[in-house]
């Protein structure tokens, strides 16, 4: 499975590129801090996830610290899509290194 540390996702999106951001954390903290123009569905969700993600579409899974991401992203690998990156770090690494003034908790 492919990774992508934050400052690379910052670069990709400032590059105008613009993969589908999938943000796996529970609505509640969703609600606290998220990257902007992701999409919040949560992990017990996980079968929304599969009707509502393009399994050719570049996908990027965002959590907290990126172990809940890593887990989705191995998921969604093993239904068949073929271009999932997990986030490193999750907001909790975007917030230190990318976004200083985004909440952290």
């Known amino acids: ?27 509640w903290e969703f609600a606290l801090c998220n990257i902007k123009g992701s999409t919040n569905i949560s992990l017990s969700n996980i079968e929304q996830m599969q009707t509502e993600i ?31 990156t997990n986030l490193e770090g999750g907001v909790d690494a975007w917030a230190r290194t990318v976004d200083a003034d985004m909440a952290q908790y």
């Open 1 to 27: 499975m492919k990774s992508i540390t934050p400052t690379g996702l910052k670069a990709k999106l400032d590059a105008g590129e613009n993969p589908f951001l999938l943000d796996v954390r529970e609505a």
């Open 54 to 84: 393009n399994p050719d579409e570049e996908t990027v899974v965002i959590c907290h610290h990126g172990m809940r991401s890593f887990q989705v992203a191995n998921y969604l690998e093993g239904q068949g899509y073929k271009n999932i």
